[in-house]
């Protein structure tokens, strides 16, 4: 297979858990070296890259039940954040420009979500991280990836996670649980797979967005994917 990328645009998610590597919180700074060099790779190919990613590194809900979930949602919301920054500085020490956009307002340290300016970065060749979730309680940052990948017209949503691809159970827990390698968006909502909640899934098939899971763990499987080599699980 040649090195010509098969998308021009992408949205790739990166969960929180993933930025953290082998400790259980926070942010571990060999990943966040490997992913800054492999978007660096990516832009070089000419790809437009825009980037979710979670804050499950930070804040994972409701602590107490005392707290409320919309409370707890915008706590996620502000550790997503903590997460758009520390890509961002990752990714501009590799010499590419980057702009985080967040979808609650911070002006002091991001701009606000606006999606005509964030195409025109990237038409530019300058990487964008979208911050904040969807900036309304309730809702994911894979449906957050889903939004925007429908709004910029993204070819692909890379999912870089944890697991490196999507299983009929928790692979950990459950030995002989399944490893897909394609699926159907109709599939992964029939079979409440776990690759991503329910809405963002339907929202990717009612917007025939392709989506490529795979571990981020593993070097080189951004440039893999973003190449439509065949690793993780598709869907389409």
């Not at 990328?5 to 953290?20: D, F, Q, T, V």
């Not at 700074?29 to 825009?50: F, K, P, R």
């Not at 964030?118 to 309680?137: D, Q, S, Y």
């Not at 690759?195 to 899971?213: E, G, L, Q, R, Y």
Request: net charge negative; aromatic share 6%.
């Amino acid at each position: 297979m040649s090195d010509k990328p098969k998308y021009k645009r992408i949205i790739l998610k990166i969960s929180g858990e993933a930025l953290a590597g082998d400790k259980s919180f926070g942010l571990d700074d060999d990943m966040l070296a490997s992913v800054a060099s492999e978007i660096e790779q990516v832009t070089e190919l000419g790809v437009q890259v825009a980037l979710v990613v979670g804050g499950g590194n930070f804040w994972r809900g409701r602590t107490s039940d005392n707290m409320d979930r919309a409370t707890a949602d915008y706590m996620g919301m502000l550790a997503t954040v903590i997460n758009s920054l520390a890509l961002q500085s990752a990714i501009e020490s590799t010499g590419v420009e980057t702009r985080v956009q967040t979808a609650i307002e911070m002006r002091e340290i991001a701009e606000p979500y606006i999606r005509r300016r964030a195409i025109a970065h990237l038409n530019r060749g300058c990487v964008v991280i979208f911050g904040a979730g969807t900036g309304n309680p309730f809702f994911s940052t894979d449906t957050t990836a889903a939004l925007r990948a429908a709004e910029i017209d993204a070819d692909v949503i890379l999912l870089a996670k944890k697991i490196d691809a999507v299983y009929s159970a928790d692979p950990e827990k459950y030995p002989n649980a399944v490893r897909y390698e394609r699926l159907t968006h109709q599939e992964v909502l029939e079979r409440g797979l776990g690759v991503m909640d329910s809405t963002a899934a339907a929202m990717c098939k009612d917007n025939d967005i392709p989506i490529h899971v795979f571990a981020l763990s593993e070097k080189g499987n951004i440039m893999k994917a973003v190449l439509g080599k065949a690793i993780g699980t598709i869907i389409l």
